[in-house]
């Protein structure tokens, strides 16, 4: 039970989840619709419109921080998470992403409690990709 609460506790940093290089293949596979070009699949069309090159869904990143929401709270971010994020940086093939967050509050919501944390991606310069807010419910 100490443990638990601890995890509870403003100022816990979430298990951090390593998601590794991006590669074209994983933004492809994300993003791809047959018949149609896009900012995440097509090289030239991405330095058109100013980028450096494809770059991935900002949804992804959505996905990898859903994925440590999900292992840190379980029913209670499937039944009661919410989140709400800017991205920053785009995320090109290449990069490595690791999903973070720390806990900044709690309140009481009926028979549980919302933790509310802040939340974010950064790349392998610890620069933050994305970053936001997030909370779920604990029993």
């Known amino acids: 039970m100490a443990r638990e609460t601890r995890r509870t506790e403003p100022g816990y940093a979430l298990p951090p989840l390593h998601k590794g290089a991006m590669t074209q293949g994983k933004i492809e596979a994300y993003s791809r619709v047959e018949g149609e070009v896009s900012i995440h699949t ?13 770059v991935a869904a900002g949804l992804m990143l959505v996905d990898y921080l859903s994925e440590m929401l999900t292992d840190f709270l379980g029913t209670g971010w499937i039944q009661g998470g919410r ?16 999903a973070r967050g720390v806990v900044r509050g709690k309140l009481s919501e009926g028979p549980a409690t919302r933790l509310i944390l802040d939340v974010w991606c950064e790349n392998q310069r610890g620069e933050k990709v994305t970053a936001g807010t997030a909370s779920g419910l604990v029993y």
């Open 42 to 54: 097509d090289e030239e069309l991405a330095k058109g419109v100013g980028l450096p090159g494809t």
């Open 83 to 98: 989140i709400a994020v800017s991205f920053i940086v785009p995320v090109r093939p290449g990069d490595e992403i690791t």
